[in-house]
T-cell receptor
């Protein structure tokens, strides 16, 4: 069975550009999480979806960030406009019933110049 | 402020020895505890979960939970160079989904 699939794996962009990160969770998992990881701040939860509905977006840093989950097999995280401080690795993770046993994708490494 | 504390390391252990990783948490009401392993440049991978006091063993890994003292530990027996990674402790404190993450302990197994 395929794991969580994220794309792109690497993204280099210039400040002010729009960035869209994509995630396909494991089939049958009803909980999806977007995390951001940096050396300084570690793993930070950005947003949590349950059954495609955003439950907690309190971790989204500001209005430049938005996330959608139009169906059970696809989610996007968008940053518009991007800034250098957004540079980080963005992970998507899914789980069954939000038990805390998360399956992470390989991550999208974002560099904003 | 709900916190999970880990020694950042690096913790250096000779090959074949027991590696002991520790984690303390602030919320006495915490219910679920997890250890994730993260290799450099890779994503976190769940290796152990523990929900009740005592020990839980899985192969070379043993998780230990002491709720009274608010700590959880991970023991790795017969340490191998392939165990070299950062180990993240995560605690579910008061919701079904919000994990509080430690900063991780970097473990180095020396051949």
């Amino acid at each position: 069975d395929a794991g969580v699939i994220q794309s792109p794996r690497h993204e280099v962009t210039e400040m002010g550009q729009e960035v869209t990160l994509r995630c396909k969770p494991i089939s049958g998992h009803n909980s999806l999480f977007w995390y951001r990881q940096t050396m300084m701040r570690g793993l930070e939860l950005l947003i949590y979806f349950n059954n495609n509905v955003p439950i907690d977006d309190s971790g989204m840093p500001e209005d430049r960030f938005s996330a959608k989950m139009p169906n059970a097999s696809f989610s996007t995280l968008k940053i518009q406009p991007s800034e250098p401080r957004d540079s980080a690795v963005y992970f998507c993770a899914s789980s069954f019933a939000a038990t805390g046993e998360l399956f992470f994708g390989e991550g999208s490494r974002l560099t904003v110049l | 402020q709900k916190e999970v504390e880990q020694n950042s390391g690096p913790l250096s252990v000779p090959e074949g020895a027991i590696a002991s990783l520790n984690c303390t948490y602030s919320d006495r009401g915490s219910q679920s505890f997890f250890w994730y392993r993260q290799y450099s440049g890779k994503s976190p991978e769940l290796i152990m979960s523990i929900y009740s006091n005592g020990d839980k063993e899985d192969g070379r890994f043993t998780a230990q939970l002491n709720k009274a003292s608010q700590y959880v530990s991970l023991l790795i027996r017969d340490s191998q160079p392939s165990d070299s990674a950062t180990y993240l402790c995560a605690v579910n404190m008061d919701s079904n989904y919000q994990l509080i993450w430690g900063a991780g302990t970097k473990l180095i197994i020396k051949p």
